[in-house]
T-cell receptor, first 114, second 113 residues
Framework: AQKVTQAQTEISVVEKEDVTLDCVYE???????LFWYKQPPSGELVFLIR??????QNEISGRYSWNFQKSTSSFNFTITASQVVDSAVYFC???????????FGAGTRLFVKA | DTEVTQTPKHLVMGMTNKKSLKCEQH?????MYWYKQKAKKPPELMFV???????INESVPSRFSPECPNSSLLNLHLHALQPEDSALYLC????????????FGPGTRLTVT
C-alpha cells in the first residue's frame, strides 16, 4: 500500500523566516513519483515539482528547495525568506508505477504573517 | 496554454436533480482526472481517463458518471446525489508518459440540498 504522511498540520511563521515542510512516504514500487502542490485560498491546486524515484538530486527554484532522500523515504520542501503570498495549504503526493493513481498527504497549512 | 477550465464554478442542486460538471484542457494532455475534496482534506481521486478510456474508477458510487467525449473534454454527470456529496470537485490533466504532474482546474463547488 502507498501512503504519504505530512505530520505538520499547521505552521505559522513571520515573514522572511525560513520554513521546512516535511513529507514521508511509503511505497513498495521501485519506480515512483513524488510531487508537491500548493493550494492557495482560491482553491486551485498548483503543481510545484515532480521527483522521480531514480533521481535523488535536490532542486532549488528561487526561494523554494526540495530535499529528496530515499534512505529515509522523505521529500521535504523548504521555503526561504517566506512571504505572505506563500500562505497556502501544501500537499505532498505520490504516484506509483503507472503514474496515474496519485495519493495525497493530509496537507500542511502554512500561515505567513507580515 | 497551461489552463484547465471548469464550469460551473458553483452549483446547488437538489437530491432529485440531474446536473453535469464540465472540464476542458487544451494542453494536448492524454490523461484527465476527477477528484473530490472536502473541506480541510486532501483531494481524493475518483476517476482517471487515459487516451479517452476509463483507466481508474476508485469505487465511486454510480450516482457519479464520468464521460470523456474527446481528449480535451471531461464531464461528470450527477444524479440523485446525497448531501454528503457536497464538496469541491476538481478536474486535472497530465501529459502521461512519465509526465505525471497534474494541472488542476479551479474546481466546482457543489452543494447538495
Amino acid at each position: 500500500a502507498q501512503k504519504v504522511t505530512q505530520a505538520q498540520t499547521e505552521i505559522s511563521v513571520v515573514e522572511k523566516e525560513d520554513v521546512t515542510l516535511d513529507c514521508v512516504y511509503e511505497t513498495r514500487d521501485t519506480t515512483y513519483y513524488l510531487f508537491w502542490y500548493k493550494q492557495p485560498p482560491s482553491g486551485e491546486l498548483v503543481f510545484l515539482i515532480r521527483r522521480n524515484s531514480f533521481d535523488e538530486q535536490n532542486e532549488i527554484s528561487g526561494r523554494y528547495s526540495w530535499n529528496f532522500q530515499k534512505s529515509t523515504s522523505s521529500f521535504n520542501f523548504t521555503i526561504t525568506a517566506s512571504q505572505v503570498v506563500d500562505s497556502a495549504v501544501y500537499f505532498c503526493a505520490l504516484s506509483g508505477t503507472g503514474g496515474f493513481k496519485t495519493i495525497f498527504g493530509a496537507g500542511t497549512r502554512l500561515f505567513v504573517k507580515a | 496554454d497551461t489552463e484547465v477550465t471548469q464550469t460551473p464554478k458553483h452549483l446547488v442542486m437538489g437530491m432529485t436533480n440531474k446536473k453535469s460538471l464540465k472540464c476542458e484542457q487544451h494542453m494536448g494532455h492524454r490523461a484527465m482526472y476527477w477528484y473530490k475534496q472536502k473541506a480541510k482534506k486532501p483531494p481524493e481521486l475518483m476517476f482517471v481517463y487515459s487516451y479517452e478510456k476509463l483507466s481508474i474508477n476508485e469505487s465511486v458510487p454510480s450516482r457519479f458518471s464520468p464521460e470523456c467525449p474527446n481528449s480535451s473534454l471531461l464531464n461528470l454527470h450527477l444524479h440523485a446525489l446525497q448531501p454528503e456529496d457536497s464538496a469541491l470537485y476538481l478536474c486535472a490533466s497530465s501529459g502521461g508518459a512519465m509526465a505525471y504532474e497534474q494541472y488542476f482546474g479551479p474546481g466546482t463547488r457543489l452543494t447538495v440540498t
